[in-house]
């Protein structure tokens, strides 16, 4: 019975691992001093990111572009920044967590 439960325990790490990870490198590469998950605060939550890119192919793709080289009229008039200090795959990583917002 001990075994079992610290299996379940690990597999619930491990499942939740990516997810946190995700947000300490969001947290870590300034993203939430603009964004939050579920309300809009310079920039929109992650949460509308997500539901307005629902589906479409290329959205991470492009949405890593935006990370890294800035982007403005989406959103609205307030323009997002370039992140030069977030590398390709970090974008990528970032992009794909934000996506995953439900």
Not at 25 to 53: R, T
Not at 66 to 86: D, R, T
């Amino acid at each position: 019975m001990k075994l079992l439960s610290v299996l379940a325990l690990g597999l619930v790490a491990a499942a939740s691992g990516p997810a946190f990870a995700s947000a300490d490198l969001a947290q870590k590469k300034n993203c939430m001093a603009c964004h939050a998950i579920e309300k809009k605060l310079v920039g929109p939550s992650y949460k509308e990111i997500a539901a307005k890119y629902a589906g479409q192919k290329d959205a991470v793709e492009k949405l890593s572009v935006k990370v890294i080289k800035g982007g403005a009229g989406v959103w609205g008039p307030v323009p997002m920044p370039a992140n030069a200090q977030v590398s390709e795959a970090e974008a990528k990583t970032l992009v794909e967590w934000v996506l995953s917002q439900k």
